[in-house]
T-cell receptor, first 115, second 112 residues
Framework: GAVVSQHPSRVICKSGTSVKIECRSL??????MFWYRQFPKKSLMLMAT?????????EQGVEKDKFLINHASLTLSTLTVTSAHPEDSSFYIC???????????FGQGTRLTVV | GESVGLHLPTLSVQEGDNSIINCAYS??????FIWYKQESGKGPQFIID?????DKRQGQRVTVLLNKTVKHLSLQIAATQPGDSAVYFC???????????FGKGTRLSVIA
């Protein structure tokens, strides 16, 4: 199957700093990428949908100025958590799909811990 | 809000037995369904999918059943193995590049 690489897998940062998470599709062109957040023992909650070359669409309750998403190419999307706080600590997961293909391929996830 | 839910949050089965994980969905417009397996600290792993024009699909040791009448989806795992222990999520969407909506998840524990 298609491969989606997410980096870093784990990151610890100080409160108030920003963290960038990368999501790359390695063997296909991802016209759409999705960012999810997952708290312990909970399901994946969609944060935003990112289409290449356009602004991301954020779900209700997700602050676009805090979670900056950039999808500048067909193989890379980034999520930047700005001015991180301990409550932002979570597991962040990206997924990518190609045009016209409903199947989404997931990255390995990033465990963010804000101290 | 979520439109997909699960009947059982946890499931324990003996190694070698068959497992059945259930899922209810509420969006009758959904036409694509996927089961994912998630191990601790990892991203979801695709298991099997099914489109709404089918009611059954089989893979290796897994079978997905779709009942559109009652909006119910199930995952059957034959001869469950310790390596099957994980959290299983069903997900749905409507055709096109729409985001998947995930159910709450069921933790499967295989007893050796």
């Amino acid at each position: 199957g298609a491969v989606v690489s997410q980096h870093p897998s784990r990151v610890i940062c100080k409160s108030g700093t920003s963290v960038k998470i990368e999501c790359r599709s390695l063997d296909f062109q991802a016209t759409t990428m999705f960012w999810y957040r997952q708290f312990p023992k909970k399901s994946l909650m969609l944060m935003a949908t990112s289409n290449e070359g356009s602004k991301a669409t954020y779900e209700q309750g997700v602050e676009k100025d805090k979670f900056l998403i950039n999808h500048a190419s067909l193989t890379l999307s980034t999520l930047t958590v700005t001015s991180a706080h301990p409550e932002d600590s979570s597991f962040y997961i990206c997924s990518a799909s190609a045009r016209g293909n409903t199947e989404a391929f997931f990255g390995q996830g990033t465990r963010l811990t804000v101290v | 809000g979520e439109s997909v839910g699960l009947h059982l949050p946890t499931l324990s089965v003996q190694e070698g037995d068959n497992s059945i994980i259930n899922c209810a969905y509420s969006n009758s417009a959904s036409d694509y369904f996927i089961w994912y397996k998630q191990e601790s600290g990892k991203g979801p792993q695709f298991i099997i999918d099914i489109r709404s024009n089918m009611d059954k699909r089989q893979g290796q040791r897994v079978t997905v059943l779709l009942n559109k009448t009652v909006k119910h989806l199930s995952l059957q795992i034959a001869a469950t193995q310790p390596g099957d222990s994980a959290v299983y999520f069903c997900a749905e969407n409507i055709s096109g590049n729409t985001p998947l909506v995930f159910g709450k998840g069921t933790r499967l524990s295989v007893i050796a």
